[in-house]
C-alpha cells in the first residue's frame, strides 16, 4: 500500500500563489504517475494534473494550464504543484494520488489518494 500526505493549503488572495506538496510513502513511488485532483462543496472530483514517472510528460486541465505548474522529485518521494495567478474558483480540497497509467484524468484510474489539503482564494 502507498499513503500519500498532502501540505501547504492555506488561504490567499486572488492573484497570489501556493505550492502544494504530496509526500508519498510505502511503494516504489518513481515507478508510477501522479496526480492532482480537486473537490469544491457541492461537485464532483475534477482533475487538475498529472506527471509521468520519469516527470518528462505533464499534462493540465484546460482550468489551470499556464497557471499551474505539476513537478516531482523522486529522490525526495514527493510530487508538487506550484499554483499561481489563483482565482476564487480555484477554492477546493486539493488531493494527490497514484496512477500505474500515464495521462490518466478520470478518478478511477487512480488507486490511492491523500487525505485532502484545503486552498481558499479569496476575492
Known sequence: QVQLVESGGGLVQAGGSLRLSCAASGRTFSSYAMGWFRQAPGKEREFVAGISWSGAGTYYA?????????SRDNAKNTVYLQMNSLKPEDTAVYYCAVSPTIYAMRTHDY?????GTQVTVSS
Open 62 to 70: 484546460d482550468s489551470v494550464k499556464g497557471r499551474f505548474t505539476i
Open 111 to 115: 488507486d490511492a489518494w491523500g487525505q
